[in-house]
Nanobody
């Protein structure tokens, strides 16, 4: 009942920037929390950032803190992930996810809907 579509991934050199988008559609009214996760080959899904639609709470993983900014456009039902100073370890498929939980949630197991992912590759 909720669809998420990520976009904006691509190939970028180390030190560069990229902005990912996640467009939500369907019955999104009860889904208060949006998050970004990433998964590198052979690795588990890793939490990146989370926010609620009010924007009053935003939380980042230590690995990206200071380099990443999560924002949202409520009118467009879209959240963004601005990534700066990209490093090779940022290479992964980035997924958008949503949950009805009102608080910040960093566990992938707690999310109800996921997008298809967008590939980010950082060359060095």
């Amino acid at each position: 009942q909720v669809q998420l579509v990520e976009s904006g991934g691509g190939l970028v050199q180390a030190g560069g920037s990229l902005r990912l988008s996640c467009a939500a559609s369907g019955r999104t009214g009860s889904y208060y929390t949006m998050a970004w996760f990433r998964q590198a080959p052979g690795k588990d899904r890793e939490f990146v950032a989370v926010t609620n639609w009010s924007g009053q709470n935003t939380y980042y993983a230590d690995s990206v803190k200071g380099r990443v900014t999560m924002s949202r456009d409520n009118a467009k039902n879209t959240v963004y992930l601005q990534m700066n100073t990209l490093q090779s370890e940022d290479t992964a498929i980035y997924y958008c996810a949503t949950t009805t939980r009102g608080g910040l949630e960093s566990s992938a197991l707690k999310y109800d809907y996921w997008g298809q992912g967008t590939q980010v590759t950082v060359s060095s």
